[in-house]
């Protein structure tokens, strides 16, 4: 069965750390483009990081949106089949259903989604 599954989600005190996995299952996630989302109550989707495909040409590049650079790091784990996100320093703001996606090199849209898991930063 092809599918994302992401893992990790929890309740954290502000200034905590936490590891979410995104882990596919019946395709090679290297071979795609992994992106992390995060959705608020009452707020719109946002992009929160992404780490290229394996394409010989830009394999590994990262990005961040500004909010979350120098606290989130997204890597890959190709044993596992997996692409993790550490947060560090997590504040309230953080707090969001966190969802990855994975788009096949050259493809126009996200071909998987995951199903989400909560993130709730607050003491």
């Known amino acids: 069965q092809v599918q994302l599954v992401e893992s990790g989600g929890a309740l954290v005190q502000p200034g905590g750390s936490l590891r979410l996995s995104c882990a596919a299952s019946?395709?090679?996630?290297?071979?795609?483009?992994v992106a992390w989302f995060r959705q608020a109550p009452g707020k719109e989707r946002e992009g929160v990081s992404c780490?290229?495909?394996?394409?010989?040409?830009?394999?590994?590049?990262?990005y961040y949106t500004i909010s979350v650079r120098g606290r989130f790091t997204i890597s890959r784990d190709n044993a596992k089949n997996t692409v993790d996100l550490q947060m560090n320093s997590l504040e309230p703001e953080d707090t969001a259903v966190y969802y990855c996606a994975a788009q096949a090199v050259g493809a126009s849209n996200y071909n998987y989604w995951g199903q989400g898991t909560q993130v709730t930063v607050s003491s």
């Open positions: 780490i290229s495909g394996r394409d010989g040409s830009s394999d590994g590049t990262t």
């Open positions: 019946g395709f090679v996630l290297d071979y795609y483009a």
